[in-house]
Structure formats: structure tokens, C-alpha cells
């Protein structure tokens, strides 16, 4: 840990100043009683753990503030750090924290998923790590598993996975923290995965939340001529919370943000609960709200610059994006319905998706695997660990971290497009 001892201990008390928060039926809600409406930015400046140096997330955090962002999405971190400090200046901050618990070699493969002891043990090292801090929102046991339309098969696993982790959760005494999947906005799969990750009426497997990266809203456009009003006709009386995971398209840029207007308004207010904005830092993408300076060579090398740029620093904002994300925000203020006043049997249970010809594959309310299961080509089969055989993922699968929309065309390249069998026990 970068920051000094001193400082971590002296914040550790203020990472419990903010309210819990609980998913219940379709939307999240502070312990408080109030719904919850999440206003976050996702937040990884390097590869590595952005939740160890104390210092810088207490200069993001104070910027963040500013911006009034209360969420921040996090995609990979090592449990073994010490996380108090980070999480006490964003706690301090009133900033909320979604952690995504995979990591580049624990991650479910899309065409030849897998489901076992090793990866189980790692993702409940994560909870372990994070479950103590009240401005933890919840986890995600995945990102984009699924970025094609033939690799639905992997859903089972996705599921799978969250009903050990919760049963996990629960074993260990754990508060009811949630749990859900980040996914790809796949036309193809809308709205058969949302549907299947949240059917069969056994809230046991059941994902918690659904996080789906979309950047369908590309300023200038409507929310009719988006694609927005087709995600919000399938997002109507959703039995879990769903928000945008990620988004905010930059083609052809600046970023007016005008879609926080519908997200948060009457549009779709009833039905999502908030976005995150992709991303906190500027690089290669131009999707950065801030930098920490100038853009060096991409050669260059020096404390703290990755591919031509400073990763750690002092957040200067990146204009005009970041005020256009600002005004915005300043002006949503969206109260939602108190939980005392919210009746759960008004969202609906969705029916398990049969297969489909657009290449939606799991058919039905099908069991899903035990743990060390893996996809053969037949049957399910026992995988001992995450070093057993089977094919590695390539570098731009395991980039989790940008988002599909940008991601899919390099790894349409280097995936393997063969439809294979899948025996199902009902």
C-alpha cells in the first residue's frame, strides 16, 4: 500500500458512514429506506488494483464528488491488499463501490466455459476482502462473458457461479450484499439472457442485479431513434434492479450526456436504476472524463505511465465532456418510492427463454452446473481446476475492462465459431 499506515487507520471508522444497500425486487434500496439510484463512473487506471494507494483515491474521490458521481465500478483487484483507506475516502465522499470479482485467468470462458474450485475460491476471496465495508454495493461474478450471439451456452455457468457465491455469502454471515452480471448489449440476446439469468422462480440462483453495457446513445440522437425506448420495453417491471453497467458512446463526440436525461427521467426512471459512465481516466479511447497531464510518447516509460499515459496525479477534468456530465447530474435528482411504500409483486417473473434461431441456445428452465462442471461436447464433465486443459483465452478476451462495444470486433478474430452440442438435465 503506497499511502502511509497513519492515514489508512485514521480513515478506517468512516468507511461505515454511509448506509447499506440492498437489492429488493426491482430496485436497489439504502437501509435507510430510500431507492437508490445509481450515479457512477468506472474507475481502473492501470491492469492492477486501483483501491491500494490511499492518496489518489482520495484526490479522485474529492473530484468524483464534484462531479456527483456516487458509485464507482472497479474491475479487477487483489484481496490480499489492504483496501481500508481507498474505501474510507470514497466512503467520505459518499461514493458506493461495484467490484467485479474475476480476474484475467479466473474469468468464465465464453466457448468453453467452465465452473470450479479454483475460480470459487478466488471470487470468495474478493467477498472476503470487501464484504466488511458498508459503501460496497454489491459484486459482479462477470463481464461480457457472453460478447456473441453463439456463446449463450456459457449462461448456465454465469449462473452457477452467482448461486455458490451466495450461498457462500449466506454461509458466512455475510449481510445480503448483491450480486450480478455485467453484460454485453448483444441485439441478438436481448432480451433472452436478462430473462434467462433472472427466471425459474429459485432466487437461490438467481442473479441480483443486471448490469448492461450499452452504447447504443451516440450524441446527437433521441430516445426514440437511440435504441433506448426498445431496452426500456424490455426492462419494464424487471424482477431485479437493472442499469447501464457501462456507457456513454464518444462517436462523434464531445459527449453531451443528454442520455442521463431519459435514464433518470420519466422515460425510464421507473424501470433502471442509474448508469455508470465509462471511464474515470483519459486514454487511447477518448472515453476519459479526467487525465493526470499531457500525453506522452507511447514508448515512454516513467513512475506511472502505461501506454502514453499518466495513470496517477492530480485529476484535471477532461473538458467539455466532463462538465456536460456534471450539469447533468446536477440536475437529476430522482426520489424514487420508499421501501415501506414498495410492492415487490409489481415486477414480473420472467418464463426461461426457449432457444432461438438468432442464436439464444439454452432451451428452457435447464439445470445448472455443480461446481467443477465444465461444457463438453455432449455432456457436462469434471474439470479439476482452472489449470486444466482446455483452450486458453487470447489477449483481447481477457481485456474485461473495455467495453463490448468496443471489444467484439477483435475478438470475433480470435474466437473459435463452432456450434457444439450441450446435454441439459431438466
Known amino acids: 500500500m503506497r499511502s502511509s499506515t497513519f492515514l489508512a487507520l485514521s480513515s478506517a471508522a468512516a ?5 447499506t444497500i440492498e437489492a429488493v425486487g426491482g430496485k436497489f434500496f439504502t437501509s435507510d429506506g430510500d431507492q437508490f439510484f445509481i450515479k457512477g463512473v468506472a474507475y481502473q487506471l492501470t491492469e492492477n488494483d486501483p483501491l491500494v494507494d490511499t492518496e489518489q483515491c482520495t484526490r479522485d474521490a474529492s473530484l468524483m464528488k464534484k462531479l456527483g458521481a456516487n458509485t464507482i465500478r472497479v474491475y479487477h483487484v487483489d484481496a490480499s491488499e489492504d483496501h481500508s483507506g481507498c474505501m474510507s475516502a470514497f466512503s467520505d465522499a459518499g461514493i458506493y463501490t461495484m467490484v467485479d470479482m474475476d480476474t484475467f485467468d479466473t474469468y468464465i470462458l465464453p466457448n468453453d466455459p467452465w465452473w470450479n474450485q479454483t475460480q470459487f475460491d478466488r471470487y470468495s476471496k474478493v467477498m ?3 464484504q466488511s465495508y458498508d459503501n460496497l454495493l454489491g459484486f459482479f461474478v462477470g463481464n461480457e462473458i457472453i460478447a456473441i450471439n453463439n456463446q449463450s451456452l456459457a449462461a448456465p455457468f454465469i449462473k452457477a457461479s452467482c448461486r455458490d457465491l451466495k450461498a457462500y455469502r449466506d454461509s458466512k454471515g455475510y ?3 448483491p450480486i450480478g452480471y455485467s453484460a454485453a448489449d448483444i441485439a441478438e440476446l436481448r432480451p433472452w439472457l436478462q430473462d434467462y439469468l433472472t427466471c425459474g422462480g429459485n432466487s437461490s440462483e438467481n442473479i441480483d442485479f443486471y448490469g448492461l453495457n450499452s452504447y447504443q446513445w451516440c450524441d446527437p440522437t433521441t430516445y426514440s431513434t437511440s435504441g433506448y425506448e426498445n431496452l426500456e420495453a424490455d426492462a419494464k417491471n424487471f424482477p431485479v434492479p437493472i442499469f447501464f453497467s457501462e456507457t456513454g458512446c464518444n462517436t462523434p463526440g464531445p459527449r453531451l450526456f443528454d442520455d442521463q ?7 425510464m426512471v421507473n424501470d433502471w436504476s442509474g448508469a455508470i459512465i465509462y471511464e474515470w481516466i483519459e486514454e487511447a479511447n477518448n472515453y476519459g472524463l479526467i487525465s493526470y497531464g499531457p500525453k506522452a510518447d507511447a514508448t515512454a516509460t516513467g513512475d506511472n505511465i502505461v501506454g502514453g499515459y499518466t495513470r496517477a496525479g492530480t485529476p ?3 473538458s467539455p465532456d466532463f462538465d456536460n456530465l456534471s450539469k447533468h447530474w446536477a440536475t437529476i435528482t430522482p426520489t424514487g418510492v420508499a421501501r415501506s411504500n414498495y410492492d415487490t409483486t409489481s415486477v414480473s417473473t420472467r418464463a426461461c427463454p426457449t432457444s432461438t434461431a438468432s442464436g439464444w441456445l439454452v432451451d428452457g428452465n435447464v439445470a445448472i452446473p455443480s461446481l467443477g462442471e465444465t461444457l463438453g461436447s455432449s455432456s457436462y464433465s469434471s474439470i479439476p481446476s482452472a489449470t486444466a486443459t482446455s483452450a486458453s483465452p487470447s489477449a483481447s478476451e ?4 473495455v467495453s463490448g462495444s468496443k471489444e467484439i470486433a477483435g475478438m470475433g ?3 473459435v465459431s463452432v456450434m457444439m452440442v450441450f446435454a441439459f438435465w431438466l
Open 15 to 19: 468507511s461505515y458512514a454511509l448506509p
Open 128 to 130: 472476503d476482502a470487501f
Open 413 to 415: 478474430a480470435g474466437l
Open 316 to 318: 484535471t477534468p477532461v
Open 398 to 401: 481477457t481485456q474485461n475492462s
Open 175 to 177: 449481510r445480503n450484499i
Open 261 to 267: 436525461d431519459s435514464i433518470f427521467g420519466p422515460d
